[in-house]
């Protein structure tokens, strides 16, 4: 070497490698399975810096924020509904966006990465507003004086139009950047994929999932009700 170098004010032997088209995670753990069987002699230890280093410190403050928003959007829905089983029924959703984001992923050959950890949220936005959709009508006919099931069901037929509208534009819009076509976006097609495939699927299992969720917790809500003492 024509140089020394530090890190951590202690002396390093750097070994540098250029990736193309292998994600880090991958690379990472071929690198790890490599390493297993290695024996260093005492004092010296194995660091990983570089591209692996800032993507998990950057995975742990999406963690977090993805976390911090969930119970943000728990007690924001618990203000609005006035109870705290209905947005039981409403972020319900949220596990069968992943499903679809997961497919999403497959299908566009990508990998877990940065982008797709941000598109997470971006969807989770985005179908949890299906949810809201769909609860606020059943309440708004309940308070009307109308049947449970008769209220669950037209929330699904009069809420299906204006739901499937917002997830196809906004997955179409997703398409640009999906297809890497958008100049300057081309890193950002993992975040469209999981974006248009969790829209997709988790839109069609909301209107399946939301409105049985609230009819049961409705339902026992009601016969808790009717068992208390007068």
């Given at each position: ?23 880090v ?12 069987g290695l024996?260093?002699?005492?004092g ?18 999406l ?7 969930l119970?943000l959007?728990y007690?924001?829905?618990i203000v609005?509904?006035r109870?705290?089983?209905?947005p ?12 679809g984001?997961?497919?999403g992923l ?12 941000m ?10 507003n ?14 009307e004086?109308a ?7 037209d ?13 196809t ?6 398409i ?12 950002m ?13 988790g839109t ?24 208390k003492?007068?």
């Amino acid at each position: 070497p024509t140089a020394q170098t530090h890190q951590y004010l202690q002396p390093t032997i750097d070994v540098l490698a250029w990736r193309q088209n292998v994600a880090v995670s991958a690379l990472h753990g071929e690198v790890s399975k490599a390493l297993a069987g290695l024996s260093l002699p005492h004092g010296y230890t194995v660091h990983y810096e570089g591209s692996y280093k800032q993507m998990a410190e950057s995975g742990g403050r999406l963690l977090k924020s993805f976390a911090l928003g969930l119970i943000l959007l728990y007690l924001m829905l618990i203000v609005t509904f006035r109870s705290f089983f209905d947005p039981v029924a409403i972020m319900a959703c949220l596990p069968l966006a992943l499903i679809g984001a997961a497919f999403g992923l497959i299908l566009g050959g990508k990998f877990l990465s940065m982008p797709a950890q941000m598109g997470l949220i971006l969807l989770m936005g985005i179908i949890v507003n299906n949810g809201i959709l769909l609860v606020d009508f059943a309440k708004q006919a309940l308070r009307e004086g109308a049947p449970l099931r008769q209220a669950v069901l037209d929330s699904v037929s009069k809420r299906t139009r204006p739901i499937l509208m917002t997830a196809t534009a906004s997955a179409v819009g997703m398409i640009p950047i999906a297809m890497e076509s958008a100049v300057g976006l081309e890193r950002m097609s993992p975040l469209a994929f999981v974006a248009i495939g969790g829209l997709i699927v988790g839109t069609f299992l909301t209107l399946l999932a939301v409105p049985v969720l609230f009819y049961s917790i409705e339902s026992l809500r009601r016969r808790r009700g009717e068992q208390k003492p007068s």
